[in-house]
């Protein structure tokens, strides 16, 4: 992580770009007065299991990966995060004042405004907007939520698999995604062997191209 330094001009500028709905005058300079940007390199951990939170995330360039610990140790794959959006878990956690149960990983490199959690509680009772926004997080994140399940209870592992490579590209904008088998395996609780099997499959049904380390959505 590394803090970048930045004019209220740019931070304004990203804030008005991605996060328009935060519009009161007042907010907007507070977030202004007590906020920083922060950068990730892909593939660095942004949060992890078991950390408290200080920083409330807003996304302004880039993705980023949040993962669920199961009870077996085992990671599971929840949902992308894009610019214009926050990760409502880290909400909870700020709130709660408790430990964090997800890991948020950056998928490419990534930027952030980073607000300190103490203007969490404050804002949502003093800026309409906020409390809209917190709000309307909470609601667009449990229909993610809700997807995840249902795949999970309902979907085969390979509808599971296409719907990963496909939502994957849609945050990172590109059709070759460089990622490995096990790195999709981890994501999915699968074993690498079936990844690389139902991979295998779907190129031959023309669904996409496998390369080394790398795959192609057709």
Not at 28 to 42: C, D, H, R, T, Y
Not at 142 to 165: G, H
Request: glycine share 6%.
């Amino acid at each position: 992580m590394i803090a970048q330094s930045s004019s209220a001009t740019e931070m304004l500028e990203l804030l008005r770009k991605y996060y328009a709905q935060l519009a009161e005058k007042g907010l907007q300079e507070e977030i202004l007065q007590v906020s920083k940007l922060f950068f990730f390199k892909a593939g660095e951990t942004i949060m992890d299991f078991g950390s408290y939170i200080r920083l409330v995330p807003l996304l302004v360039e880039g993705s980023v990966k949040v993962i669920r610990e199961g009870e077996d140790g085992g990671e599971l794959f929840l949902y992308f995060l894009q610019p214009g959006e926050a990760c409502t878990m880290s909400f909870s956690c700020c709130m709660m004042n408790k430990k964090s149960e997800i890991r948020t990983v950056a998928e490419e490199d990534t930027l952030l405004i980073g607000i300190p959690v103490k203007y969490m509680d404050e804002w949502m009772t003093r800026y309409q907007s906020w409390k809209n926004f917190v709000m309307l997080s909470y609601d667009n994140r449990m229909l993610e939520l809700v997807k995840t399940i249902e795949s999970i209870a309902f979907q085969k592992l390979d509808e599971r698999l296409l719907r990963y490579l496909r939502k994957k590209a849609e945050v990172t904008g590109a059709s070759e995604l460089h990622v490995t088998h096990q790195d999709i395996a981890y994501d999915l609780n699968a074993s690498r062997e079936a990844i690389s099997r139902l991979l295998k499959q779907l190129e031959k049904e023309g669904q996409l191209r496998l390369g080394r380390n790398k795959i192609e959505l057709l």
